[in-house]
């Protein structure tokens, strides 16, 4: 790793956002789906700017990115750059620099150790990126089928490319330390140079470096657009209960569900089809005048909790 001048390297890619919004008001979605499922096509329409859908779905993703931000541990971060530094000494035969690199390191280790006592992991990288390659259900359902018909065919690495395809969603990825053994290793990688075993040393930062885990927490775009529509229902509905409006947001907000679930986002079929019931309610409530503030804080709540679920499977790719 290259010594950098800053020590968070956040690329918050979201150029992707505007147009996978267009989505929602063009097109009509011609996909057929089982019986069991609620049949929804796209609306053609979007009672919303797209400008302020997308800065609503910013937003949304900001919160999880801070979050994720306030775990960082930059002293940990410069031990990991000292480690690779050292390294390059010793590749250089610099033994003076090396040994300086690696007490750097270990004072660096320390300081972590005082402030995180208690933690196996520490956060020392985050980036984030966005993929949004998807804009219908009929798209998903294509590459759905596509996918399965090349595994069925044994052409696994075009299915993977293929699924690499399925994608509506905002990835962050946290490269963390496994700390509880990089203060031990360094001290012993130290206690080697001291008698000259290079070679030893260097394969104890070498694992040190190895033992990097690195996880990723998945943001998928169509469920934030969905919260996000919903609350634009309610403010819409609060302000002048225009009908036609609300309802055209909620459907739009149902669509987006159903497209992420249609992409396979969580394994919680029973949830979507309860929240996409639960928006037909509503609806049915804004047309007959008995939808009240509760009933649309309840079903934006709904989706939050879902949203959550969805966020805390972070998982290992390394």
Same mark, same amino acid.
């Given at each position: 790793m290259d010594r950098k001048p800053a020590y968070l390297f956040l690329t918050f890619i979201?150029?992707?956002?505007?147009t996978g919004l267009t989505s929602c008001?063009? #097109? /009509?979605?011609?996909?057929v789906h089982s019986t069991s499922e609620i049949k929804f096509r796209k609306p053609d329409s979007l009672y919303m700017s797209k400008h302020v859908l997308a800065n609503k779905v910013q937003a949304e993703a900001q919160q999880e990115i801070k979050k994720q931000q306030e775990r960082f541990v930059k002293e940990a971060?410069?031990?990991?750059t000292e480690t690779n530094e050292t390294l390059k000494a010793l590749a250089s035969g610099k033994m003076k620099e090396a040994q300086k690199q690696l007490h750097l390191a270990l004072v660096h280790a320390t300081q972590t150790m005082k402030k995180?006592?208690?933690?196996?992991?520490?956060?020392?990288?985050?980036s984030v990126s966005s993929n949004d390659f998807v804009k219908n259900r009929q798209q998903a359902d294509q590459l759905v089928t596509e996918t399965k018909k090349a595994l069925a065919g044994g052409s696994y690495q075009n299915a993977s490319s293929l699924l690499n395809k399925l994608k509506s969603e905002i990835d962050i990825t946290?490269?963390?330390m496994l700390f509880s053994n990089y203060p031990r290793g360094l001290a012993k990688a130290d206690s080697l140079l001291n008698v000259d075993k290079t070679n030893d040393a260097e394969n104890i930062l070498y694992g040190l470096l190895n033992s990097l885990q690195i996880? /990723?927490?998945?943001?998928?775009l169509p469920v934030l657009r969905a919260q996000a529509l919903i609350a634009q229902a309610k403010e819409v509905d609060n302000q002048n209960h225009a009908e036609t409006k609300v309802d055209n947001l909620l459907e739009n907000a149902n669509y987006q569900l159903l497209l992420a679930k249609t992409m396979g986002y969580g394994s919680f079929d029973t949830e979507y089809t309860d929240l996409s019931k639960q928006i037909k309610s509503l609806? /049915? #409530?804004v047309q007959s005048g008995t939808a009240g503030p509760e009933d649309f804080s309840g079903l934006f709540s709904k989706v939050e909790q879902f949203k959550s679920r969805l966020f805390d499977q972070s998982h290992n790719i390394r």
């Open positions: 979201l150029v992707f956002l505007l008001n063009s #097109g /009509q979605d011609k996909a971060l410069d031990c990991i995180h006592p208690n933690v196996y992991y520490v956060p020392v990288n985050i946290t490269i963390n996880t /990723q927490v998945v943001l998928p609806e /049915q #409530g």
